[in-house]
Protein backbone atom coordinates (compact mmCIF):
# COMPACT_ATOMS: atom_id res chain seq x y z
CA UNK A 1 0.00 0.00 0.00
CA UNK A 2 1.35 3.16 -1.11
CA UNK A 3 1.41 5.94 1.51
CA UNK A 4 -0.07 9.07 -0.07
CA UNK A 5 -0.26 13.00 0.83
CA UNK A 6 -3.38 14.87 -0.30
CA UNK A 7 -2.22 17.89 -2.22
CA UNK A 8 -1.63 20.41 0.12
CA UNK A 9 0.06 18.34 2.56
CA UNK A 10 2.56 17.47 0.21
CA UNK A 11 3.56 20.96 -0.65
CA UNK A 12 3.93 22.02 3.15
CA UNK A 13 6.23 18.45 3.11
CA UNK A 14 8.10 19.92 -0.11
CA UNK A 15 8.82 23.39 1.53
CA UNK A 16 9.69 22.34 4.64
CA UNK A 17 12.27 19.60 3.07
CA UNK A 18 13.38 23.28 1.22
CA UNK A 19 13.43 25.01 4.16
CA UNK A 20 15.22 22.26 6.18
CA UNK A 21 18.10 22.47 3.11
CA UNK A 22 18.45 25.97 3.39
CA UNK A 23 18.81 26.37 7.46
CA UNK A 24 19.76 23.08 8.44
CA UNK A 25 22.63 22.45 5.25
CA UNK A 26 23.02 25.87 3.86
CA UNK A 27 22.19 24.37 0.92
CA UNK A 28 19.40 25.11 -1.96
CA UNK A 29 17.29 22.45 -3.22
CA UNK A 30 14.89 22.81 -5.77
CA UNK A 31 11.01 22.33 -5.86
CA UNK A 32 11.16 19.69 -8.04
CA UNK A 33 14.45 17.75 -6.06
CA UNK A 34 12.54 18.14 -2.61
CA UNK A 35 9.56 16.49 -4.20
CA UNK A 36 11.81 13.79 -5.84
CA UNK A 37 13.16 13.45 -2.08
CA UNK A 38 9.82 13.30 -0.30
CA UNK A 39 8.28 10.76 -2.99
CA UNK A 40 11.44 8.77 -2.08
CA UNK A 41 11.29 8.99 1.77
CA UNK A 42 7.56 7.85 1.35
CA UNK A 43 8.39 4.78 -0.83
CA UNK A 44 11.31 4.04 1.30
CA UNK A 45 10.87 4.70 5.07
CA UNK A 46 7.44 5.83 5.49
CA UNK A 47 5.92 1.97 5.44
CA UNK A 48 8.53 1.51 8.39
CA UNK A 49 7.22 4.18 10.35
CA UNK A 50 3.36 3.44 9.32
CA UNK A 51 3.89 -0.46 10.02
CA UNK A 52 5.03 0.35 13.40
CA UNK A 53 1.98 2.52 14.05
CA UNK A 54 -0.04 0.00 13.01
CA UNK A 55 1.34 -2.41 15.91
CA UNK A 56 1.46 -0.41 18.26
CA UNK A 57 -2.22 0.66 18.00
CA UNK A 58 -2.74 -3.14 17.66
CA UNK A 59 -0.97 -3.73 21.01
CA UNK A 60 -2.71 -0.91 22.79
CA UNK A 61 -6.13 -2.61 21.36
CA UNK A 62 -5.06 -5.92 22.60
CA UNK A 63 -4.84 -4.22 26.10
CA UNK A 64 -7.62 -2.40 25.73
CA UNK A 65 -9.94 -5.51 24.90
CA UNK A 66 -8.53 -7.33 27.61
CA UNK A 67 -9.31 -4.51 30.33
CA UNK A 68 -12.72 -4.37 28.70
CA UNK A 69 -13.97 -8.16 31.14
CA UNK A 70 -12.76 -6.41 34.66
CA UNK A 71 -14.93 -2.53 32.93
CA UNK A 72 -18.31 -3.95 32.34
CA UNK A 73 -18.44 -7.15 34.27
CA UNK A 74 -21.54 -7.65 35.60
CA UNK A 75 -21.93 -10.96 38.15
CA UNK A 76 -24.29 -13.62 37.39
CA UNK A 77 -27.42 -14.94 39.24
CA UNK A 78 -27.63 -11.82 41.63
CA UNK A 79 -31.49 -12.01 42.21
CA UNK A 80 -31.58 -14.26 44.94
CA UNK A 81 -28.10 -13.25 46.63
CA UNK A 82 -29.91 -9.69 46.85
CA UNK A 83 -32.65 -10.77 48.31
CA UNK A 84 -31.13 -13.05 50.88
CA UNK A 85 -28.88 -9.83 52.27
CA UNK A 86 -30.92 -8.03 54.17
CA UNK A 87 -31.64 -4.49 53.51
CA UNK A 88 -29.36 -2.04 55.38
CA UNK A 89 -30.86 -0.10 58.54
CA UNK A 90 -33.67 -2.93 59.51
CA UNK A 91 -32.78 -5.56 61.36
Known amino acids: MAIELDRALR ?29 FFLEEIAPLVYNQAVAHVQERLAQRVAELDLEIHEDEFQYWRRRETPPRGRR
Open 11 to 39: QQAVASIERYFEQELDQRIGNIAAGALLG
